[in-house]
């Protein structure tokens, strides 16, 4: 079966939603501290119906293995306001950004620059969105049509989930630091020819580091939210699996809070 690993990226990378936190750190240090607040919210988009999943070659869902959100966070130091999602998806067009975007704008006056859409690269979520560039390399893999209703209700959600966490807002501190994992592999493997095929490298370059940002409470201390930064490909479920999954990301420590307070948003990966 001729099988697709789809190597765009179109996503923004957690570690400029990093560089960008570290300046409000900055920021809290110069005399915002009293005025920083946080909230979190998240939002199921698993579907109710059968699915095309995006990742490998089209294939209809049959089930739910482990359900799939929207992650928000919104950061507010009482100047500006900044709102990261993370969706257990795979991927979708910019011009599907675009669209959201406009609408966050419209509805809620949130400006682009405070607004950041990232994925998790799941390869057993459902498709979102036309497929914009992809469909002109792997026309074949695209040539039904995407689910319209499925779409709208991704969207409708996210919007949803925006207006609900402004109402969240509460006295929050920022810590961060870093960790390490064996997690993730290099996929350039080597045959005996010197040949490289997608397959496993233990011997490759790998990034392993997780950075994390971790919210608290400004009083109680407590976990608000962990945001990992971490290079992993959502391919573990395979492409023979059709269950429903936010795969990789759902396996790790870090997201075992399955509360609605804590959660991880990673770095998706395509590699
Ligand atoms: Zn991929």
């Not at 240090?29 to 998240?42: C, I």
């Not at 698993?46 to 919104?74: A, C, E, F």
Request: with cysteine; hydrophobic share 35%; proline share 4%.
């Amino acid at each position: 079966m001729k099988t697709y690993f789809p190597f765009y990226a179109m996503f923004i990378s957690l570690k400029s939603i990093f560089a960008v936190t570290f300046c409000m750190i900055l920021c809290l240090k110069a005399g915002h501290t009293q005025s920083f607040q946080a909230a979190v919210v998240k939002v199921d988009i698993t579907p109710d119906d059968s699915q095309v999943l995006l990742g490998y070659n089209p294939r209809k869902s049959t089930g739910i293995h482990d359900r799939i959100y929207h992650r928000i966070v919104l950061l507010d130091d009482g100047k500006t306001s900044f709102y990261l999602v993370s969706s257990d998806i795979g991927e979708f067009s910019p011009t599907e950004y675009d669209l959201m975007a406009a609408k966050l704008k419209d509805q809620f006056g949130i400006n682009r620059d405070q607004f950041w859409w990232s994925v998790t690269h799941t390869h057993s979520a459902p498709e979102v969105g036309p497929p914009g560039l992809p469909a002109a390399f792997l026309g074949d893999r695209y040539e039904h049509q995407y689910d319209t209703a499925y779409t709208d209700f991704v969207y409708r959600r996210l919007i949803d989930g925006i207006r609900e966490v402004q109402t969240r807002l509460s006295p929050a501190r920022l810590g961060v630091g870093w960790g390490h994992s064996q997690a993730n592999i290099n996929r350039r493997a080597r045959d005996i020819d010197d040949k490289t095929f997608l397959g496993l490298n233990p011997d490759g370059p790998v990034d392993r580091r997780i950075g994390i940002l971790k919210i608290t409470g400004r009083d109680d201390d407590k976990l608000v939210a962990l945001i990992a930064n971490y290079p992993i490909h959502g391919t573990v479920m395979g492409g023979e699996s059709t269950l429903i999954s936010g795969d990789a990301r759902c396996g790790c420590r870090l997201c075992g809070a399955r509360d609605r307070s804590t959660f991880g948003v990673y770095q998706r990966s395509c590699r």
